[in-house]
């Protein structure tokens, strides 16, 4: 018998776990059906991100003279890269186990099933054996979805999984789907020499993001070569290439390569004995993480929301917290939101076209990042945008940043966010000098003025 049973082992199922057993929950047993860490260890966040640092660090290297620094015969192996990137896996993988050992929670691989509920006592099964708990925290994340598009079962093609394990670098590759995800690959193909295509549906790439920058985003990779459809149709798939209607023609885009990044879908698959509550394909919660279902409690990519492993994080928190009966609620605030792209791109809180779809007022702070004397020595002839949004109580809606180092300086801006903390009063901050960071509170200043 355990006190609390967590399916899945991604970011969101080991915090879990972890913090329960630690945080004295009693009992606890974490069950994967493939390895820890889940899709962000293995197939997501760390191995597109070895990748991209891979990819930066050959363009800094071929661009190094812009610096005085003079680089011959540089090579770029990508069976290396690829040979790298797992064993950055094992060794996180490796660490994900031992904290969740050393918290006490006991870990089974295989794939679990609900399979009966009797007077809120639930039996999980895996293979021939049978556990009960009286509380489950459901985190099985989500799977690739498949868009039924022409032609697709004649033709081979690659999903994020394929894409972050190829040893050999494609002639020229189609992304279809210029999203997050979509625009990481595009951007790290198309920065190894690859020939790349992206083919999105909306009017722009990166879907909810602040689209001043997303298009600045877009035009610096069409600069680099990368060729965009806005606003296309995906019509077919052959082994001649992709056909698509875009601007009122047919066109067919030649693909040695093709990449589909079109969306993720929960993974609900053993759940249905529970009659869970859905909201769309993922499973409904409330504030406190809670399904439809006593003690049962759903996070992360399961219930089709966030889709970031940072939220998955947080909603552990809260669903381990309310177990204890620490009541706690989460707050969706302030989800930073990052493209590792070159430049990255990185924003929280509301984004202009929100407030204007809302009705919110607000004044626009905007400064190019070159206002940061750190972001010039740092990236020669390189340009940026950071945008400060502030309410008429001087409150902070959003920050949105293209340049690096964004990813890791949109935290001050989420704190804020997340905490109150004015405009005014976070350009009182003492940021130190000469940081990128020291952007935020320059286009504060430009405003206040
Ligand atoms: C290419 C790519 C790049 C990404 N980059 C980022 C990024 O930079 N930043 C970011 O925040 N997010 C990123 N994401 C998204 C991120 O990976 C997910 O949001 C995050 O992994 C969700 O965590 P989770 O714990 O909800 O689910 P998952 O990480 O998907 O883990 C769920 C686990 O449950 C297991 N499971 C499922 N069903 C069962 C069952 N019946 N029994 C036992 N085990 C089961 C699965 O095998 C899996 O290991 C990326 C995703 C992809 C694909």
């Known amino acids: 018998m355990y006190d609390l049973i967590v399916i899945g082992g991604g970011p969101g199922g080991y915090t879990a776990a972890a913090r329960a057993a630690s945080k004295g929950v009693g009992r606890v047993l974490l069950i994967e059906k493939n390895a820890l860490g889940g899709t962000c260890l293995n197939e997501g966040c760390i191995p597109a991100k070895t990748l991209l640092h891979s990819a930066k660090l050959w363009q800094s290297v071929k661009g190094a003279s812009k610096y005085g620094v003079v680089a011959e015969a540089v090579e770029y192996k990508q069976d ?6 797992n064993k950055i896996v094992r060794k996180l993988v490796a660490g994900v186990k031992a904290k969740v050992t050393a918290s006490g929670a006991e870990i089974l691989l295989g794939e679990a099933s609900v399979v009966a509920v009797e007077n809120n006592l639930y039996t999980v099964q895996v293979g021939e054996e049978q556990f009960q708990t009286t509380k489950l925290i459901l985190a099985q994340g989500g799977e690739v979805s498949i868009p039924p ?16 394990s190829a040893k050999e670098l494609p002639q020229d590759l189609t992304v279809i789907g210029g999203g997050v995800i979509g625009m990481e690959f595009a951007a790290y193909f198309c920065s190894v020499g690859v020939k790349v295509n992206v083919v999105e549906m909306l009017p722009e790439i990166l879907g909810g993001l602040d689209r001043e920058i997303s298009s600045q985003l877009r035009e610096e990779y069409s600069k680099l070569g990368v060729n965009f459809y806005l606003n296309a149709k995906v019509v077919e798939v052959s082994p001649e290439g992709v056909t698509i209607e875009h601007e009122g023609e047919t066109k067919l885009l030649p693909a040695s390569q093709l990449l589909l990044s079109t969306g993720r879908r929960p993974q609900t698959k053993g759940l249905e004995v529970l009659g869970l509550e859905m909201q769309g394909r993922g499973v409904k919660v409330n504030a406190k993480m809670e399904t439809s279902a006593p003690g049962v409690y759903a996070i992360g990519d399961l219930t089709g929301f966030s889709q970031l492993a940072h939220t998955a994080i947080r909603e552990a928190g809260v669903a381990v917290d309310n177990i204890l009966g620490n009541e706690k609620e989460i707050s969706y605030r302030a989800i930073p939101a990052v493209v590792y792209c070159t430049p990255e791109v990185a924003g929280v809180g509301y984004t202009e076209e929100q407030l204007q779809k809302e009705n919110i007022p607000y004044t626009k702070a905007s400064l190019n990042m070159t206002y940061a004397g750190r972001f010039v020595v740092e990236n020669e002839q390189g340009s940026g945008l950071c945008k400060v949004l502030i309410g008429e109580k001087d409150e902070i809606l959003g920050v949105h940043m293209l340049g690096n180092t964004s990813s890791e300086i949109i935290v001050v801006a989420a704190v ?10 976070l350009a009182e901050v003492i940021f130190p000098h000469p940081t990128v960071a020291e952007i935020i509170k320059e286009t504060i200043d430009s405003e206040q003025k």
């Open 80 to 85: 290396k890269v690829i040979a790298r990137k």
């Open 149 to 164: 598009i022409k032609g697709l079962d004649r033709v081979s093609y690659w999903t994020s999984r394929e894409a972050l």
């Open 416 to 425: 804020a966010i997340d905490n109150g903390i004015s405009a005014s009063r």
